[in-house]
Each structure stands twice: as structure tokens, then as C-alpha cells.
């Protein structure tokens, strides 16, 4: 069974870190794209950032570029998004996906899902 789970978020005040987590079943990790985005209230779900199945490239939206980073732990097989310099406009419900779709951005590229966790950044 395909399976993402992330886990990792939480409430922290502006300027601190998270690291988030997404635990993936073998398939998904070996042959998938896996990305991350993220939905706040009255908001679309955007594209935050995702790795490519060997972990050589990577994707950032323009405004996380620099303060995220995102990486894979082949043993584990684990996605992680690390954030540094958290800000209000970073709060969120954040997904991790798998997909192996041209387009690393769009959601329509990624075909599996996780639940979701809540990042709450306060001012």
C-alpha cells in the first residue's frame, strides 16, 4: 500500500525552525518525485518545494528559497523539509505528495498524499 505520513509540525514563534517529516513505503521513495505544499485557511494548496528520486535536484517557490531546505534519507526512507526563519505567512496545514509527472510545481503532478500537518507561526 502507497503510503506519506508527515509529522514535525507544530506552533512556534517568527524566527524560529521546524524540520518536518515524511515517511514514504519503499515504492514511493525509489521511483517518485516527492514535493511539498502547503494550504492556509481561504486559501489554494502552493507549491512549497520537492526533490527529485535520487535527491540530485531540488525545487523551491521563490519565497521559501533560502530559509527551507528539502532532502531525502535513502535508508530511511524519509523526505525531510527543514525551515529556518519562520514567519507569520509560513502558517499553514503542509503536505507532502508523491509523483512522477513532468511538472514538480503543480499539484496535478503528484498522484499520492499525505494528511497534512500544522505549521502555526506567531508573530
Known amino acids: 500500500q502507497v503510503q506519506l505520513v508527515e509529522s514535525g509540525g507544530g506552533l512556534v514563534q517568527a524566527g524560529d525552525s521546524l524540520r518536518l517529516s515524511c515517511a514514504t513505503s519503499g515504492r514511493i521513495f525509489s521511483y517518485y518525485r516527492v514535493g511539498w505544499f502547503r494550504q492556509a485557511p481561504g486559501k489554494e494548496r502552493e507549491f512549497v518545494a520537492a526533490i527529485s528520486w535520487g535527491g540530485g535536484t531540488t525545487y523551491y517557490v521563490d519565497s521559501v528559497k533560502g530559509r527551507f531546505t528539502i532532502s531525502r534519507d535513502q535508508a530511511e526512507n524519509t523526505v525531510y523539509l527543514r525551515m529556518d526563519s519562520l514567519n507569520p505567512e509560513d502558517t499553514a496545514v503542509y503536505f507532502c505528495?508523491?509523483?512522477?509527472?513532468?511538472?514538480?510545481?503543480?499539484?496535478?503532478?503528484?498522484?499520492?498524499w499525505g494528511q497534512g500537518t500544522q505549521v502555526t507561526v506567531s508573530s
Open positions: 505528495a508523491a509523483g512522477s509527472s513532468l511538472d514538480p510545481t503543480v499539484r496535478s503532478s503528484y498522484a499520492y
